[in-house]
């Protein structure tokens, strides 16, 4: 009987912890873009796209790479202003470089 008692509390515990978890789950799916970004030729909608990147910083991503002639890796990212390693971490999967444009940002 006390090992039901158990039983019946654990999993108690883990439906509340599923019911806690489930909507910032579905808030991730929503806000993630369907690709992957392509940070030297993404436009502002692109990255906006992005979990936690708002008009104002995916601004300062396009000046960022408009002024240094395009990123040479995700890392990169980090020196834009407003991108920290937190940010970075989350926004990393995301995120991929390749040949800077020549003709310049969209």
Same mark, same amino acid.
């Given at each position: 009987?006390?090992?039901?008692? !158990?039983?019946?509390?654990?999993? $108690? ?8 978890? $489930? ?25 906006? $796209?992005?979990?936690?990147? %708002?008009?104002?910083? $995916?601004?300062?991503? !396009? ?6 002639? %395009? +990123? ?10 407003? !991108?920290?390693?937190?940010? +970075? ?14 003709? %310049?940002?969209?």
């Amino acid at each position: 009987m006390k090992q039901a008692r !158990i039983v019946v509390m654990g999993l $108690a515990l883990a439906l509340a912890l599923f019911q806690a978890t $489930a909507p910032a789950l579905a808030a991730a799916k929503e806000t993630a873009p369907a690709k992957q970004v392509e940070l030297n030729h993404a436009t502002v909608e692109e990255l906006v $796209a992005l979990p936690g990147v %708002g008009e104002k910083l $995916a601004a300062r991503i !396009i000046e960022y790479r408009d002024q240094n002639q %395009g +990123f040479k890796s995700v890392e990169e990212l980090m020196n834009v202003k407003g !991108i920290g390693e937190k940010n +970075f971490q989350k926004l990393e999967p995301w995120l991929t470089v390749s040949e800077p444009s020549r003709e %310049g940002s969209r």
